[in-house]
């Protein structure tokens, strides 16, 4: 074999290497990025839950909170109405 072939026979099984090295690291790689983005989706997925549980809960004491507004309210004029009845007598 002449040194000529042997430095094309080489190269080409050093190129032949280094694809087959490249495509496996690019398919781990791949891989990993996939696996990423099904974790990225989960967490949104939670955070997403998360927040809707804050947000009903922060409905149920507005709710609360009109509901103690309205009876204070009504008490006050309850109590306004008493002590107008009172001052008449």
Known sequence: MSTASKVVLGVSVALTL???AGVHL???WDRQR???GVVRD???LHRKQENLRLLEEQR???RQLEDLRLFASALQ???K???????EK
Do not use: A, F, P
């Not at 109405?81 to 001052?87: A, E, P, R, V, Y």
């Open 34 to 36: 996939l696996h990423e």
């Open 18 to 20: 280094s694809t087959v």
């Open 81 to 87: 109405k008493s002590s107008n009845t009172l001052l």
């Open 77 to 79: 004029k309850l109590e």
């Open 42 to 44: 989960l967490e949104r």
């Open 60 to 62: 149920s004491l507005t």
């Open 26 to 28: 690019k398919q781990t």
